[in-house]
């Protein structure tokens, strides 16, 4: 090995070639190639060698060029011995070093990013996972309010509460809506009684409204006509006419307060409003022409007592809520309740809920009581 170096050395001294030059264009050209191959034909080299291998070849043979210029036509070449070559090598091994300690660096700033971004990234995964735990407890403590609110603070009492809730429901009345009361004009028969008109008048600003009973009663009737007419699901029951002074008025009008001379009056009056929920009734079947003109669409019936009074409709959804309102008024005043009451400790008394499962309990039972009513055919 050391015959061939010689040779080399030799023939560079005959030709006047610094060796120390040509051994750095062979490095440089080394290291230049492998930078340059790596970005150009993208080869599984990282990116952060490859600029100082390129910076390193340059310089290696910026390096070789100076000394070939200084030293191309100088005698000191012919003293150029082996291990000068060998010091030579050193001082390559030096700036590969160079090199090497560029890339570590190189490569520590690629981790140092890398750390950064993988901080960055946890600490977004677990705010987003805080904010996740955070509106899944809020939405907890909601519901848990709404169930307290619902056990807690929607207990009825009184004629006016009652039919303020009414009011609202069939009001707000959108998807569904299930009606089941002694007439078509609740609150008519009441509005003549002085103590709940001046009670109902003291309370509606509360409620939102500054009507008399009379104006809200009037108003009801004239929305339960309208959403019979445009709510998707419907149904109504009332007491028939052959039962009605049975079950409904003869006892109302023996209770205290009641005047007997207005009996007549109420009478015709809930039979107008029948008929009248009866003829849009009729023309909701007319405008769906689904049937011959003059069949019943069996929205409305009648039956001749009834347990207890409810109200069921679909509400709007509240603002920033996803989930669909149901409100459930239940008037716990029926056809044995207003026969045997005690007049002096009585006082009507009901609840209001907006618990899907309590809606559908008095949902079910409003269905099975209209199973069992008869359909209205025709006005009286």
Aim: charged content about 25%; aromatic content about 8%.
């Amino acid at each position: 090995m050391e015959k061939i170096a010689e040779k080399v050395i030799d023939w560079l001294q005959a030709s006047g070639i610094n060796p120390l030059a040509v051994i750095c264009f062979f490095f440089g050209i080394a290291f230049l190639a492998a930078g340059l191959l790596g970005r150009i034909l993208k080869y599984k080299i990282e990116h952060a060698s490859r600029r100082p291998a390129m910076i390193t070849g340059t310089v290696l043979i910026a390096l070789g060029l100076c000394l070939y210029g200084l030293t191309a036509s100088a005698e000191w070449t012919k003293d150029i011995t082996l291990h000068g070559i060998v010091d030579t090598l050193f001082v390559i091994v030096a700036i590969a070093s160079c090199f090497f300690a560029y890339y570590m660096r190189s490569r520590l700033q690629e981790l140092q990013s890398t750390s950064r971004q993988l901080v960055e990234t946890v600490s977004q995964s677990a705010k987003t996972s805080s904010e996740q735990i955070v509106k899944e407890v809020s939405e907890a403590e909601a519901k848990l309010v709404r169930h307290v609110e619902d056990a807690t603070r929607h207990l009825l009492i009184g004629l006016p509460a009652i039919f303020d809730r009414a009011l609202q429901l069939i009001d707000g009345a959108e998807r569904e809506l299930w009606y089941v009361g002694f007439v078509a004009n609740f609150g008519y028969a009441h509005q003549f009684r002085a103590d709940i008109s001046n009670e109902y008048a003291r309370l509606s600003p509360r409620y939102g409204s500054n009507k008399s009973l009379a104006e809200a009663v009037e108003f009801l009737k004239r929305r339960l006509r309208e959403a019979a007419h445009n709510v998707p699901k419907v149904n109504i029951l009332i007491i028939d006419g052959e039962h009605f002074d049975q079950s409904f008025l003869t006892p109302l009008s023996k209770r205290a307060r009641y005047d007997d001379e207005r009996a007549d009056d109420i009478r015709t009056k809930c039979r107008d409003a029948r008929d009248n929920l009866f003829d849009y009734i009729q023309r909701r079947h007319d405008c769906a022409a689904a049937n011959r003109k003059g069949e019943h669409l069996d929205l409305l019936r009648e039956a001749s007592s009834l347990p207890i009074q409810l109200i069921i409709a679909g509400l709007p959804r509240k603002e920033g809520e996803a989930r669909e309102r149901v409100g459930c008024l239940v008037f716990m005043v029926g056809t044995e309740v207003l026969l045997g009451a005690d007049e002096v400790a009585f006082r009507e008394a009901g609840f209001y809920s907006e618990l899907e499962e309590v809606a559908e309990v008095y949902r079910q039972m409003a269905i099975a009581l209209t199973a069992q009513a008869r359909p209205v055919r025709a006005a009286r």
